[in-house]
Nanobody
Framework: QLQFVESGGGLVQPGGSLRLSCAAS????????IAWFRQAPGKEREGVSC????????NYADSVKGRFTISRDNAKNTVYLQMNSLKPEDTAIYYC?????????????????????????WGQGTQVTVSS
């Protein structure tokens, strides 16, 4: 049974921190790149961060660079997004998504930078609200 479950969202004051988790089961987790997306009310979904299957490549949107850190533990089939120095504009529903990464891919960093994966699996989303 395929599952992809986010957790860790909540209400936090500006300047605070949260750590989101995305736990997967039912597919070969370490063959997939994982990305975090977010969608705020009235706005389009945007890519936040990406990590390649081996964690050798990562990428961040300019808006979160230096504040967010993506990581993964393939032994636990889990990916994390550590979010520090949160701002009100980070308020959104955050989703994780998995895209298959071919072992013969030539430029994994470029793929992560441009989110050039077919994201077949999506989590249900977790709400992050940054407000005083």
């Amino acid at each position: 049974q395929l599952q992809f479950v986010e957790s860790g969202g909540g209400l936090v004051q500006p300047g605070g921190s949260l750590r989101l988790s995305c736990a997967a089961s039912g597919f070969t987790f370490d063959a997939y790149a994982i990305a975090w997306f977010r969608q705020a009310p009235g706005k389009e979904r945007e890519g936040v961060s990406c990590i390649s299957s081996s964690a050798g490549s990562t990428n961040y949107a300019d808006s979160v660079k230096g504040r967010f850190t993506i990581s993964r533990d393939n032994a636990k089939n889990t990916v994390y997004l550590q979010m520090n120095s949160l701002k009100p504009e980070d308020t959104a529903i955050y989703y994780c998504a998995a895209g298959y990464e071919s072992p013969t891919a030539l430029d994994v960093q470029a793929m992560c930078n441009s989110l050039k994966y077919e994201f077949a699996y999506w989590g249900q989303g977790t709400q992050v609200t940054v407000s005083s």
